[in-house]
């Protein structure tokens, strides 16, 4: 069965550190896809990244990097000199291939202090 | 333009009132989820339906049905509703069914119901 664990509930750095969100995955299946959403103070469901599970190519967007590696099953999620707008609560999600769900984790709330 | 919108965005009523949820995405998707989120932010997947047909209805009391009248809406209507429906409801879609292609999914900004 697929799972996603976050293990970080909440995480706070000062602002302009670097920081790490992990997300480990469960699947048993080959083909599968990961996911990163944000959700800020104001309540949305922001949509940041998908990646497949044949492509461990690593991804920068900006301030933003993810670690994809299935030897450990991760994706993790960091960002370099982080900002007060960063702060949020992050959801990593997994989706196999065959199957209708997305499976979201827990969530890791960020607080990014001033 | 809203992608994914949903009303109302706040919902309070009282013990076994029944009450109804609108979800509208005008992204031309063919799938689209309800997601409810408990007050520990987590996220549970309740129905998807793709092209109108219900392809996901996980263990949801059936005071809960979703209803699709086109493949561009999926109203949630909650009958009986009990204290612990209180919670933050997302709708969402995504261009194809999961499992075919795993499209991200686009979510509308919630629906707070608070049963009281």
């Known amino acids: 069965a697929q799972k996603v664990t976050q293990a970080q509930t909440e995480i706070s750095v000062v602002e302009k550190e670097d920081v790490t969100l992990d997300c480990v995955y469960e699947t048993r299946d080959t083909t599968y896809y990961l996911f990163w959403y944000k959700q800020p103070p104001s309540g949305e469901l922001v949509f940041l990244i998908r990646r497949n599970s044949f492509d461990e190519q690593n991804e920068i967007s900006g301030r933003y990097s993810w670690n994809f590696q299935k030897s450990t099953s991760s994706f993790n999620f960091t960002i370099t000199a982080s900002q007060v707008v960063d702060s949020a609560v992050y959801f990593c999600a997994l989706s196999e291939a065959g199957d209708d769900k997305i499976i979201f984790g827990k969530g890791t709330r960020l607080h990014i202090l001033p | 333009d809203t992608a994914v919108s949903q009303t109302p965005k706040y919902l309070v009523t009282q013990m076994g009132n029944d009450k109804s949820i609108k979800c509208e995405q005008n992204?031309?998707?063919?799938?689209m989820y309800w997601y409810k989120q408990d007050s520990k932010k987590f996220l549970k997947i309740m129905f998807s339906?793709?092209?109108?047909?219900?392809?996901i209805n996980e263990t949801v009391p059936n005071r809960f049905s979703p209803k699709s009248p086109d493949k561009a809406h999926l109203n949630l209507h909650i009958n009986s509703l009990e204290l612990g429906d209180s919670a933050v409801y997302f709708c969402a879609s995504s261009h194809q069914r999961q499992g075919s292609y795993n499209s991200p999914l686009h979510f509308g900004n919630g629906t707070r119901l608070t049963v009281t």
């Open positions: 339906y793709n092209n109108k047909e219900l392809i």
């Open positions: 992204l031309g998707h063919d799938t």
